[in-house]
C-alpha cells in the first residue's frame, strides 16, 4: 500500500482500517476493546512496571521476539507461545508501542509480518507522545486469558540474509541499501554509538549503501512521523524511490525496523530487513567494506 499525501495515516485515525499506524486519540477511544490488543515492547528495563498504557501487555525485546541462546528472531514456535499468552487471535489487531521513538515496537511488527499476523499497527509517536500528553499510565499487568494461535503462514520474503547482502556489495544483486545508522557510523568515525557494547572490527558501511539516518523520519517535537510526501521526498533525494527493491540495516536491527516500517508500511516500497545488521557485517572475514574515515579497530 502506498499512501499518498491525500489519503495518508494522517487522515484516517477515525477508525482503525486499512492502515499501519494508530494515533493516541483513537487508541484512547478503543479502550476496552475485545477486538483490540495493545503490548509495549521498550528496551529499557522496569518501564513497563513503572507505568503503560492500560490494558496493554509486555513484550521483552530481549526473550520474547530473538531466538535465544542463538542469534536469530524468534522461532515460530515460541511466537506461537507469545501470541497465545498475549491471548491473540488470528482476528486481533495489536498494537504496538515502546520507546526510543518505537525502536523495538517497530522490530515487533516486523515479526509479527513474518509470521503472518497482518493485523498489527504501530502507535504514532508511542510511549513519549503518550507521556507528553500526559495520558494515563497503569502499573497492573491485564488479566488476559490464552488462546491457542497458530502461525498459518510465515514471510521470510522481508528479511535479508548476509549472502544477499554480500552480492548486492559486489554488484551481482541489484537493489537499494540503506545504512540507517548516524553519518559516524556510516563513515567510520565510530565503531558504534558511546556506551554500546556490541562492537564490530571494522568500521564503515557496505559498499553502495547510501546513509539516511532513521531520525530522518520522525518529527523531532514527538516522534512521530512526518507524513508520507515528506518521507518520499527523503529518500528520493538519496536515489531510494521505490523503483527497485531496498535492504535496510543498522548495527543490530532496531533502528533499521524502523525504517522498514517506513518504507514498507508507510511508503509501500518492497524492502526487506537486515537484522545482522553491522554486527554481523562488520564482523565477518573476506567481505568488502567502505571506511571513508580510515578507522581502524585496536581492541579499545
Not at 34 to 63: F, M, Q, R
Not at 75 to 84: C, R
Not at 107 to 135: C, P, S
Not at 214 to 242: C, H, M
Amino acid at each position: 500500500m502506498t499512501l499518498t499525501q491525500n489519503q495518508s495515516y494522517h487522515q484516517v485515525d477515525h477508525f482503525v482500517g486499512n492502515t499501519p499506524l494508530i494515533y493516541l486519540k483513537r487508541l484512547s477511544e478503543l479502550t476496552g476493546s475485545t477486538i483490540l490488543g495493545k503490548a509495549e515492547v521498550s528496551i529499557v528495563d522496569g518501564l513497563y512496571e513503572e507505568g503503560h498504557i492500560p490494558g496493554a501487555s509486555n513484550i521483552s525485546w530481549h526473550t520474547d521476539l530473538v531466538d535465544n541462546p542463538n542469534r536469530d528472531i524468534v522461532t515460530k514456535e515460541n511466537f506461537e507461545k507469545l501470541m497465545s499468552r498475549l491471548g491473540v487471535t488470528p482476528d486481533t489487531t495489536v498494537v504496538l508501542y515502546g520507546d526510543h521513538d518505537n525502536w523495538f515496537a517497530a522490530w515487533g511488527v516486523w515479526i509479527f509480518k513474518v509470521y503472518g499476523h497482518e493485523n498489527v499497527k504501530l502507535l504514532d509517536g508511542g510511549r513519549r507522545k503518550w507521556l507528553a500528553e500526559d495520558r494515563p499510565l497503569d502499573t497492573i499487568t491485564p488479566d488476559i486469558r490464552p488462546t491457542e494461535y497458530t502461525v498459518s503462514e510465515v514471510h521470510l520474503d522481508t528479511r535479508a540474509l548476509l549472502p544477499e547482502v554480500v552480492a548486492v556489495a559486489e554488484g551481482r544483486t541489484d537493489a537499494h541499501l540503506v545504512d540507517i545508522r548516524s553519518p559516524d557510523e556510516y563513515q567510520g568515525r565510530v565503531f558504534a554509538p558511546a556506551g554500546i557494547q556490541e562492537l564490530s572490527i571494522r568500521a564503515g558501511h557496505v559498499p553502495g549503501a547510501v546513509n539516511v539516518p532513521w531520525v530522518a523520519a520522525v518529527n523531532p517535537a514527538d516522534g512521530t512521523f512526518r507524513s508520507a510526501e515528506e518521507l518520499k521526498t527523503i529518500y528520493a533525494e538519496q536515489g531510494v524511490d521505490g523503483s527497485k527493491p531496498v535492504i535496510v540495516y543498522c548495527r543490530i536491527g532496531e533502528r533499521s525496523a524502523h525504517t522498514w516500517f517506513v518504507l514498507s508500511q508507510i511508503l509501500g516500497y518492497e524492502v526487506k530487513q537486515y537484522d545482522g545488521s553491522w554486527t554481523e557485517y562488520g564482523n565477518v572475514v573476506g567481505v568488502p567494506i567502505r571506511n571513508p574515515a580510515g578507522t581502524v579497530w585496536t581492541g579499545k
